[in-house]
């Protein structure tokens, strides 16, 4: 299966030379996991760690892996990929099992990517039953009377207890995939009450975002923002920006509540408003023209995917092409000045220069597992007429 080509010139060497990448990359792992980023510009092996053999499929990032690979097979054809991404499945089938490492919100991401997309692309009933499963673990998150998905750790935890990122915007389309499925309307209502309440609390009036927001776990009230991932706690992660436009762009056509989309638009025009004069994003963006801080391509990836979301949402035509042609900017940016055929230098990332958690010196100014997906999926995008996203 192969999508049609659009007009967009330009994209397709950049197109080629990605594929290639996950090609030799499959070769690399086989069944195996590689790291959430690469260390000095090459992925390694998912370490080891306490309960887990090293490459093993553990933590938030792993079904990127498989993600990019069914991008890949919609765009080649090739089995090469589809076996690849088929083998990730069968191993996300057996984690939902065994209940391994499902202790977050983030379920939504590895099972979108891992399971709905195999159940999207070729009607794995076994992917469908371990995504179905995965959305009732996440459902287990759903804290009442606030009406919000806990972000991490275990339930009982009291400094974890009714917190919230944006990321999560990310994660619900499971759960909206799962009301799809079975008609439960728990699900529906969960997704509709959580991202509402990003709507009202994690946007700031300024239209940035928190990455992170706290309720009171027993009255539901709406307590206090910060951050972990970004540089202070009253300045704007730019990755969580981007999941804003993204999330919020995605979740709005689930529930139709204009608020939704009125905040996708808030991050974007945040978003865009606070870029650099070369177009690639600070990694927070408090920073601007001038600093030596490192760059977050990944942020641009997502709001690559997520403008033209909002772009084919947007009510008003010139907000809409002005949305499209900033994604396709933002997308053009990337491959001529982060990627590795740009800069002439060898790496197996499909996308250089992002940053995982500058305040804990974690993956900075490296390639990364989502940063590589988000950019496929904004070529895919860009290139490929009615390309039907996973999430
Ligand atoms: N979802 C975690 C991150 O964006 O780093």
Redesign the pocket.
Known sequence: MTLATTSVTGLDSAVDAAVATVRANIARFGATYPDDTTTDGWYRPRPAAPGFAEGANRG?TTSFWPGTQWLAWELTGDDVFRTAAEAHAADFVRRVEQDEDLHTH?LG?LYTLACVAPWRLTGSEEARTAALAAADHLMLRFLEPAGIIQAWGDLSDPEQRGRT?I?SLMNTPLLTWAHEQTGDERYADAVRRHSEQLARHIVRADDSTFHTFYWDPVTGEPLRGGTE?GAFDDSCWA?GQA?GIYGFAVNFQTTQNPELLDASRRCADYFLAHLPSDGVPYWDLVYTDGSDAPRDASSAAIAACGLQELAAIETDEARAAAYLAAGERLLRTLVERCTPAAEGIGSDALLLHSV??APKSIGVDEGCL?GDYFYLEALVRYTRQGWVRYW
């Open positions: 938030w983030d991401f990122i990321d991932q990755r999941w995982y958690d989502w």
